[in-house]
């Protein structure tokens, strides 16, 4: 057993490994020098190398050297003949390329406001609101080096725009889109898929026929003698056939409220099927309106900028908006007032105001942003200048030299644009604010987005963080106490109701009838030396007078006319005798168009010379009331060829020739 188990393990054993011999060819010392040898064969190689980058950076390096003196010598031949054109880019002058490019890029022409409350963006704790680019940037760096002379690389260019200017995504969605914009657009896309036309938009389209790709606003008229034969570069070897594009439209909905039928509007979205050749033609037709509408977009917003650049310390502009009414809210609520219609709402009226109190060079724009608040919900021009009454006090108090106030709005025809507001505009803005003259601008439908947008959205979130920590903004009160006490860069305003029966009260004495082509305006002027006129302009000038014709937009004029059926007239005297009766009697009280009353002396006398009052000399005798001044009395000389008025106070009484015509006389009325 022993053996076999001894033999088993004999022949399961592997054999040893061999003992290396001492005597070996390879040794340590061969093995080391031939490292040796292939370090020195590597280093060579790399001297090598070297070398040759030595000798290439000398070739360049004395290529440069020769070129910068070349360039020195240039410089010093330009510096002798005075033609210099060689500038160094200091800090200073790389300031000035970033302003420039803030102040292109930040212009309503080129970006727009956002007005969502969380659209904000801060970068090293400074907060602004988010605008999105209304082109790309390339296209803007070819304007921008266009207007302003300022060759710039695009590199540049990107590097300064404002990190508060973003680029729009597809993901934001944007529910303020003009739909004369949209429809176009629509149009366009659908016949650059079927291979009619190369552009991809309408403003392209529009640019592609007028003079060098350029907005110009006699360009987009069709005013322009070199442009406006241009016609549209159509692709005519696509075979007509059906196409389909989509449109914005407003349709009637008949919709079933508590068992009965009532019919609501709606705008919807919808598919059109038609042909080529039907949607060209549409093309041809919309195309003229589409144009006139952004060369009216891109005036106003230049007009705009213009005023802002050349505003004088007697000047001032105020851009107001409505925002959307603010839902308050507790920061718990209940399902029951959450869902229901507990929550109270508020009406906001933003406002920002321009102003300038230095002149030239020294000219610093500062801007004042406002809010009124009110628990009244109405937005006609009764409570719009309740809003602007306290937003006038404050304009005082800023410019207190101000005699032209310029007033830029949106134009909806319930709110700013209606004959209401306009007779308001006469008798009471103008009045409050004590000034020579308003101008009234309105921007072009569907393009109203501006800073008081901003100014709401600021407010509506201050509100909202008061809420997420825990405070409760349910109320007006609530409301104004969170913006008291956190609102520190935009002056706050309560409205009530007090004013509103006063306003009221002027204009139901307005008889101003509606002017045809009120959705035309967009600019309207009001003087004090012809106050019962206001011109009409279809567009915003700046050169022509407020008070005379507009020979470049003048469009008609807008009469302020009121109710005077409650105006003193005097009598037609037949005798002496009834002239020395009306002698004795008492003051009358007028009433005028702003609500107010006048007292009216009517002691005359005749002489028993003076020739009995006929039709003929009845003006003469009984010099016609004006009811402009309160508590001016009427006395009549014997002097019959004009008439004065005596002001208790006035050191000097004042004289009024007689007007010689029947029209002269109701205009004095």
């Not at 330009?78 to 790389?94: D, L, M, P």
């Not at 003079?211 to 692709?235: A, D, G, M, P």
């Not at 050169?543 to 005379?548: N, S, V, Y």
């Not at 002396?601 to 010099?623: C, G, H, I, K, V």
């Amino acid at each position: 057993m022993r053996k076999r188990t001894a033999d088993l393990i004999e022949q399961n054993t592997p054999p040893s490994s061999p003992v290396p011999s001492t005597t070996s060819s390879f040794s340590r010392v061969n093995a080391g020098k031939a490292t040796a040898d292939r370090n020195k064969r590597a280093m060579k190689r790399e001297n090598l190398n070297l070398k040759a980058k030595v000798l290439q950076m000398n070739q360049k390096l004395k290529k440069y050297r020769m070129r910068i003196k070349r360039l020195k010598a240039k410089q010093r031949k330009q510096v002798a003949n005075g033609t210099n054109s060689v500038r160094s880019e200091t800090r200073a002058q790389k300031q000035d390329i970033k302003q420039a490019v803030h102040e292109f890029i930040l212009q309503d022409e080129y970006s727009r406001l956002t007005s969502g409350k969380n659209e904000t963006i801060t970068r090293k704790k400074i907060k602004k609101q988010i605008r999105l680019l209304n082109d790309t940037l390339l296209n803007l760096h070819t304007v921008f080096k266009n207007k302003t002379g300022l060759h710039i690389s695009y590199q540049t260019f990107r590097r300064y725009r404002p990190f508060w200017v973003l680029f729009p995504k597809a993901s934001s969605r944007n529910t303020c889109l003009c739909i004369l914009h949209e429809n176009s657009d629509h149009i366009v896309r659908a016949l650059q898929k079927a291979k009619v036309i190369s552009f991809g938009s309408a403003s392209d389209l529009a640019k592609s026929i007028c003079c060098q790709n350029s907005l110009n606003l006699k360009c987009l008229e069709r005013t322009c003698t070199t442009c406006q034969n241009e016609e549209i570069k159509l692709n005519t070897l696509i075979k007509d056939g059906y196409i389909t594009y989509e449109r914005w439209v407003t349709k009637n909905n008949k919709i079933i409220v508590k068992g009965m039928e009532k019919v609501c509007k709606r705008s919807v979205k919808e598919n059109v099927k038609t042909t080529v050749t039907s949607l060209v033609h549409l093309l041809h037709i919309n195309l003229p309106v589409y144009m006139k509408h952004v060369g009216n977009f891109v005036h106003q917003v230049r007009s705009i900028h213009a005023l802002k650049e050349k505003l004088s310390p007697s000047e001032g502009l105020l851009h107001i908006d409505f925002s959307e009414n603010y839902n308050c809210k507790y920061s718990a609520e209940i399902q029951s007032a959450h869902f229901g219609g507990s929550k109270i709402q508020l009406s906001l009226h933003t406002c920002v105001y321009y102003s300038n109190n230095s002149q030239p060079p020294d000219r610093h724009l500062k801007t004042t942003s406002l809010c009124t608040v009110s628990e009244n919900l109405r937005h006609d021009p009764i409570l719009i200048c309740a809003h602007l009454k306290p937003v006038m006090q404050r304009i005082k108090q800023i410019s207190p030299d101000i005699i032209k106030l310029h007033v830029l709005s949106d134009g909806p025809s319930t709110q700013y644009r209606n004959k209401s507001m306009f007779y308001l505009i006469a008798n009471y803005v103008s009045k409050e604010l004590d000034v020579e003259a308003v101008i009234w601008h309105f921007s072009e439908k569907g393009q109203g987005k501006g800073a008081p947008d901003g100014v709401g959205g600021c407010v509506k979130r201050l509100c909202d963080n008061s809420v997420a920590i825990g405070k409760d903004v349910s109320n007006y009160d609530g409301l104004m106490t969170c913006l008291q006490a956190n609102c520190k860069g935009i002056e706050i305003f309560g409205i009530d109701d007090s004013d509103v029966p006063k306003i009221q009260k002027i204009l139901e004495k307005s008889t101003t009838k509606p002017f045809k082509g009120t959705f035309k305006i967009h600019q309207l002027t009001w003087s004090r030396r012809d106050p019962f006129i206001i011109h009409a302009r279809r567009l915003s000038c700046l050169d022509c007078p407020e008070d005379k014709n507009c020979s470049h937009f003048e469009i008609g004029q807008i009469h302020i006319q009121y109710d005077t059926s409650n105006i003193y007239t005097p009598e037609l005297p037949r005798s002496p005798a009834a002239a020395s009766a009306r002698s004795s009697a008492s003051p009358i009280n007028i009433a005028t168009p702003d609500g107010s009353t006048d007292t009216i002396s009517t002691n005359r006398s005749f002489s028993p010379e003076s020739p009995p009052a006929t039709p003929d000399n009845f003006m003469l005798q009984n010099p016609p009331v004006c009811p402009k001044k309160k508590n001016r009395s009427v006395s009549d000389n014997s002097d019959s060829s004009d008439y004065i008025f005596d002001p208790p106070l006035a050191k000097k009484p004042r004289r009024f020739i007689l007007p010689e015509t029947d029209s002269e006389i109701e205009s004095t009325f």
